[in-house]
């Protein structure tokens, strides 16, 4: 079990490519997707993680209160939570609004953009990940971008020939299906998350430094995939060869939280999901995520 992969899988992303791109320098655009860019996979995302794939050429990206991140061919760039954000040639040029110069593709393909000023060319391919839920543990503990090199990796060949396949569609004015561009999408972003959650130090504490412990990344995953499970302490430590008290102090001091009240949170916010989306009862929403009426609170709150 791939922890990560079990709590992607949990709060259902779907991947899509939107737009192809070919600039020449020099050049600079700003850029925020929209939910219009995830249409027709998804009708209302709540959360959309925006990427870009260097085909060709490099570029800068800038965003507000961050150092420039550059990024050449073979590298894909990802905003986590869709922050606004600059794509330029070089510093110093005034950014155009992308969305102005998005054009239809004539064949009912992909949109494109053509623009610059006849210089080096940067080739990019632009896509997302959505969701329709309002909560996701990664999201907040990302930074606002993350640079992965496609070529390094344990699943680089995997996603470059993926990666290839999508942009050899797109070249062909084919929109590549909802479900191979998820695969694509959640790999890319699963990399780039291990990638960065090598850089952390060994003093951080939260999510993803839990998630990098083996026994505590085999928790989370469960939680995830089965949480209307009568969990307790004991029997998440029991299901990762622990014993109760080092398996609630070692998740306590790696995700900030005790094991079942992280728990509780995440129970509440499936069932703040579904009651947004859903005509269920409060019985039946809390019987979805595992509790009963009567004593839900004092057993959620058990540790």
């Given at each position: 079990?791939?922890?990560?992969?079990?709590?992607?899988?949990?709060?259902?992303?779907?991947?899509?490519?939107?737009?192809?791109?070919?600039?020449?320098?020099?050049?600079?655009?700003?850029?925020?997707?929209?939910?219009?860019?995830?249409?027709?996979?998804?009708?209302?995302?709540?959360?959309?993680?925006?990427?870009?794939?260097?085909?060709?050429?490099?570029?800068?990206?800038?965003?507000e209160g961050e150092k420039l991140v550059d990024v050449g061919a073979?590298?894909?760039?990802?905003?986590?939570?869709?922050?606004?954000?600059?794509?330029?040639?070089e510093r110093g040029i005034k950014p155009t609004p992308a969305r102005?110069?998005?054009?239809?593709?004539?064949?009912?393909?992909?949109?494109?953009?053509?623009?610059?000023?006849?210089?080096?060319?940067?080739?990019?391919?632009?896509?997302?990940?959505?969701?329709?839920?309002?909560?996701?543990?990664?999201?907040?503990?990302?930074?606002?971008?993350?640079?992965?090199?496609?070529?390094?990796?344990?699943?680089?060949?995997?996603?470059?020939?993926?990666?290839?396949?999508?942009?050899?569609?797109?070249?062909?004015?084919?929109l590549a299906s909802s479900s191979v561009m998820t695969r694509v999408?959640?790999?890319?972003?699963?990399?780039?998350?291990?990638?960065?959650?090598?850089?952390?130090?060994?003093?951080?504490?939260?999510?993803?430094?839990?998630?990098?412990?083996?026994?505590?990344?085999?928790?989370?995953?469960?939680?995830?995939?089965?949480?209307?499970?009568?969990?307790?302490?004991?029997?998440?430590?029991?299901?990762?060869?622990?014993?109760?008290?080092?398996?609630?102090?070692?998740?306590?001091?790696?995700?900030?939280?005790?094991?079942?009240?992280?728990?509780?949170?995440?129970?509440?916010?499936?069932?703040?999901?579904?009651?947004?989306?859903?005509?269920?009862?409060?019985?039946?929403?809390?019987?979805?995520?595992?509790?009963?009426?009567?004593?839900?609170?004092?057993?959620?709150?058990?540790?």
């Amino acid at each position: 079990m791939d922890p990560l992969s079990e709590v992607l899988r949990s709060v259902r992303l779907t991947g899509g490519v939107f737009l192809s791109a070919h600039f020449t320098a020099p050049w600079c655009v700003s850029v925020r997707m929209n939910p219009d860019d995830c249409a027709p996979f998804l009708t209302k995302p709540a959360q959309m993680i925006g990427y870009h794939v260097i085909i060709d050429g490099g570029l800068l990206v800038a965003l507000e209160g961050e150092k420039l991140v550059d990024v050449g061919a073979g590298e894909i760039v990802l905003f986590p939570r869709n922050d606004a954000h600059t794509l330029a040639s070089e510093r110093g040029i005034k950014p155009t609004p992308a969305r102005q110069l998005i054009q239809p593709s004539p064949d009912g393909g992909l949109a494109q953009i053509c623009y610059g000023g006849g210089g080096t060319a940067t080739r990019i391919v632009c896509g997302f990940l959505a969701s329709e839920e309002t909560t996701n543990p990664l999201i907040s503990t990302l930074p606002k971008a993350l640079k992965i090199d496609v070529r390094q990796g344990a699943t680089r060949e995997w996603i470059e020939a993926s990666v290839r396949f999508a942009a050899g569609e797109l070249a062909e004015g084919k929109l590549a299906s909802s479900s191979v561009m998820t695969r694509v999408s959640e790999s890319l972003l699963i990399e780039a998350v291990r990638h960065y959650s090598s850089t952390l130090h060994e003093d951080d504490v939260g999510w993803l430094k839990g998630l990098k412990d083996p026994h505590i990344g085999h928790a989370i995953a469960l939680i995830h995939q089965q949480v209307s499970a009568p969990w307790s302490a004991e029997a998440l430590a029991k299901e990762v060869a622990l014993s109760r008290s080092a398996f609630v102090e070692r998740f306590t001091s790696l995700v900030g939280l005790p094991p079942i009240l992280y728990l509780t949170v995440w129970r509440l916010q499936t069932a703040k999901l579904d009651l947004r989306e859903t005509r269920k009862t409060i019985a039946q929403l809390a019987h979805s995520v595992g509790y009963e009426i009567r004593g839900s609170i004092q057993q959620g709150f058990q540790t």
